[in-house]
């Protein structure tokens, strides 16, 4: 039924409706009735009232109203229904895309998006299953965020091409094997217990991806327990620059990201040290001069292209200047992209790909 009919009944409808009370207005006049009588008449009332809203759909809330998910955006008014993945996506929904460089909004079908994002994400030139693992993540991530926190709620849109709201997007570098990667897996996403998992990948796991979300990323709002620690496959195909690097930064430099990011003044910086690690002996709680902090706080604060990962060899206090070590690039959690890549030149698919690096997911298809 079409949801106008749900608030405007046609004069079909109405008539009926009137006729139904007069009949009723007629018998209690005939009758004089009794207060006990005028008391069931309102009652057989009340209940064709009901009857005919119900009809019409208006008994019951309304599910995926704009606003809730994918605030003004167009993708939560796609038509959906319960089952896998939460609710349901029947068919392709239209995305609005807001873009960073240029602040402006646009519309469009999400698997034209998609392209966007693998071609920026993952190297366009890289295998064929590699891509398409890629972009189930990125389809999973896009739906994920719109269905649990309405896409990006500051920019009023579904999705934003700025990293730090969203995905990269970059429709440049879109090649026929980033076209054929989305086409292939169209509709896919990966799901734990029918939901949409939340999709995290990085560049290179340094040889072994985190255990939990906590570990690699500090994120302890819900269970993830598709999350493991898996070997890297990776680590021996990545660039020289990933398997070990590392960080000086002056100590007065140090301070002031510290500060800046985590709102506490660590004081003079001359020493610096590891206080724990995680399974996977990525960094959880460091302490740099007189602050404490989580490992990933840590990255981000000092710059997680200078710091490239919480898989610390060394931290210490050297000439003046704080020494970052590692290996690896990104927080580790969820699939590497490098071991993405290897897999799939070994000849493994797509989703061979992303249930090595997610425990027990599924991959269902949503849409055609």
């Known amino acids: 039924m079409a949801k106008g009919r749900c608030f405007f009944m046609n004069n079909h409808e109405a008539e009926i409706k009137q006729s139904r009370q007069g009949k009723l207005y007629s ?34 809330p309304l599910e995926n109203e704009p606003g809730e998910n ?41 698997e034209e998006y998609l392209q966007g994002v693998v071609a920026a994400e993952m190297d366009p030139q890289w295998p064929e299953a590699a891509l398409e693992a890629q972009a189930i993540l990125a389809r999973t991530f896009t739906l994920e965020r719109i269905e649990s926190l309405g896409g990006v709620p500051k920019r009023g849109t579904d999705a934003s091409t700025d990293v730090e709201e969203f995905q990269a997007y970059d429709a440049s570098r879109i090649n026929d094997g980033v076209k054929k990667a989305v086409e292939n897996t169209r509709g896919q996403v990966a799901t734990w217990q029918g939901k949409l998992i939340k999709a995290w990948f990085f560049a290179d796991g340094g040889g072994k991806t985190a255990a939990s979300a906590s570990e690699g990323l500090a994120y302890d709002k819900e269970e993830t327990p598709y999350i493991h620690s898996v070997e890297d496959p990776g ?32 004081g003079e910086i001359r020493e610096a040290k590891i206080l724990e690690k995680g399974e ?64 799939a030149e070994e000849g493994k698919s797509s989703q061979e790909i992303v249930s090595y690096f997610f425990k027990d997911v599924e991959i269902e298809q949503l849409y055609q």
Request: hydrophobic content about 40%; some cysteine; glycine content about 12%.
């Open 280 to 343: 996977s002996g990525r960094a959880t709680k460091v302490k740099i001069g007189e602050l404490t902090t989580g490992g990933p706080a840590m990255r981000l604060a000092l710059g997680s292209t200078e710091v490239k990962s919480a898989l610390l060899t060394k931290l210490a206090v050297e000439g003046g200047k704080l020494v970052v070590a590692g290996k690896g690039y990104g927080h580790g959690v969820g699939m590497s992209q490098w071991g993405a890549r290897a897999m």
């Open 235 to 266: 680590a021996a195909i990545t660039e020289e620059s990933n398997k070990q690097w590392s960080a000086a930064i002056p100590v007065g430099e140090a301070r002031e990201r510290l500060k800046s990011f985590t709102g506490n003044d660590p």
């Open 27 to 60: 018998f209690i006049q005939a009758k004089r009735m009794n207060p006990l009588i005028w008391t069931v008449a309102l009652l057989v009332l009340l209940a064709v009232l009901i009857v005919s809203l119900t009809a019409c759909g208006m008994a019951r």
């Open 70 to 110: 994918g605030k003004n955006g167009k993708a939560s008014q796609s038509g959906q229904a319960g089952g896998a993945a939460g609710s349901k996506w029947q068919e392709e929904p239209n995305i609005t895309l807001y873009m960073h460089e240029t602040e402006e909004t646009k519309e469009m079908p999400l």
